[in-house]
């Protein structure tokens, strides 16, 4: 069993910054893909962007250029730099991963941006 524990989350000003952070423990025995998804109320859970064990990287069009996703494999980590805020943003993301061909959700970590 993997768990996966986010922190980072908050309020913040349009333009603003956050950096979220994951970390997946448990009896692991491979992790492939780590990534960041997100809900916003009313609407359906959306990729934002997701890193392969290798350093592949795929982003939502709509934070390309804002948001950074990156990997500590040692540490078992994903981070997300989050740049440029925008009220659109609004959502609880979720940190998300593939371990050992199973997938894994975290419970969640609330990020409200105000204009």
């Known amino acids: 069993q993997v768990q996966l524990v986010e922190s980072g989350g908050g309020l913040v000003q349009a333009g603003g910054s956050l950096r979220l952070s994951c970390a997946a423990s448990?009896?692991?025995?491979?992790?492939?893909?780590m990534g960041w998804y997100r809900q916003a109320p009313g609407k359906q859970r959306e990729l934002v962007a997701i890193?392969?064990?290798?350093?592949?990287?795929n982003y939502a069009d709509s934070v390309k250029g804002r948001f950074t996703i990156s990997r500590d494999n040692a540490k078992n980590t994903v981070y997300l730099q989050m740049n440029s805020l925008k009220p659109e943003d609004t959502a609880v993301y979720y940190c998300?991963?593939?371990?050992?061909?199973?997938?894994?959700w975290g419970k969640g970590t609330l990020v409200t941006v105000s204009s």
């Open positions: 448990g009896s692991i025995f491979s992790i492939n893909a």
């Open positions: 998300y991963t593939d371990a050992d061909r199973s997938g894994y």
């Open positions: 890193v392969t064990s290798g350093g592949r990287t």
